[in-house]
């Protein structure tokens, strides 16, 4: 890939649509969801040790919430194969299982496939890898981002190898806008935009909240497209307010919509409307770069 950032350009056919995890595809955060009711974890004690140490200690707040991950699984001998074996019985909200493959499969055959367009999926996290690797959405995905645990020598998570903040995550959107997806790429390198990929006006974020202000900021900024979702069965309002406040006195996103995936839904359609856009644009400049190559005949 470094090659590319010497300058050559590259086709820039593919659409990523990019998801938060925790309250975007799932109702649930992932921890409450399969790893405190399997160790017996009382999230009110676990959330509360991690708030001292950030308040009291300055401690990054995921180091924090990994370093209490680490304290209360010791006993548990638990290791990253362990973690994926329990994301098996992740949940979502409806919709989630199929719609990455019916959105792909809209923009498959057809003109858009013959002009080389192809749609692409990625779940940036700041939740364990390990449980999202594991998880039925795992071979539904290009790239999977989370933190992450290093091993010891007996096979158990010892010490965090990555995290991910609410301000890194924006490294993931760059590193898919390049095309530098293994962590070892340095997503640094410069890269001039018609060597990218991804053009960011070919991505669309789906994120929940506040934690993806980063994420919609950066989005907004280089012509990308993104949606707030929100629970709708959420009954104190609370999801939905995050997002109305996003959208209506932040002015971070166009669009908020319930986290209903299903076909016909308001946020299904304003994924595969935002899709149709980019692939039509896409569709319209190989059709204009095909033109302006031609030599036209001499008039007379």
Not at 23 to 28: C, R
Not at 36 to 60: R, T
Not at 273 to 291: G, N, Y
Request: include cysteine; proline fraction near 5%; aromatic fraction near 10%.
């Amino acid at each position: 890939m470094r090659g590319q950032s010497l300058g050559m350009s590259v086709p820039q056919n593919t659409i990523a649509l990019v998801y938060d995890y925790d309250q975007t595809l799932s109702p649930s955060y992932m921890q409450d969801d399969v790893l405190f009711p399997k160790f017996g974890i009382n999230p009110e004690q676990f959330w509360a040790k991690c708030n001292a140490l950030v308040k009291n200690q300055s401690w990054d707040g995921e180091l924090a919430y990994m370093k209490c991950l680490l304290d209360y699984l010791a006993m548990d001998h638990v290791s990253n194969a362990d973690l994926m074996d329990l994301g098996k019985g992740m949940s979502y909200y409806p919709g989630v299982e199929e719609v990455f493959q019916e959105i792909t499969e809209r923009f498959t055959g057809g003109e858009h496939e013959s002009a080389g367009i192809k749609v692409e999926h990625y779940i940036v996290s700041s939740g364990l890898k390990a449980l999202l690797d594991g998880c039925s959405l795992k071979d539904k995905v290009k790239a999977i981002y989370g933190c992450e645990f290093g091993e010891d020598e007996h096979g158990r998570i010892s010490f965090p190898k990555r995290t991910i903040s609410h301000t890194t995550k924006t490294q993931y959107l760059f590193r898919i806008n390049k095309g530098m997806l293994n962590p070892d790429d340095d997503v640094n390198d410069h890269m001039p935009p018609e060597a990218r990929p991804i053009p960011f006006q070919n991505m669309i974020y789906v994120g929940d909240g506040p934690t993806d202000v980063p994420c919609f900021t950066v989005m907004k900024k280089n012509g990308g497209h993104a949606i707030a979702v929100y629970n709708p069965k959420d009954i104190s309002g609370r999801s939905f307010r995050k997002c109305y406040q996003l959208c209506t006195h932040a002015d971070r996103v166009k669009h908020i919509a319930p986290a209903d995936y299903r076909k016909g839904s308001h946020l299904r359609l304003l994924l595969e409307e935002m899709v149709k856009e980019v692939a039509d644009r896409i569709l319209r400049e190989r059709l204009e770069e095909r033109e302006s190559g031609r030599v036209a005949a001499p008039g007379f």
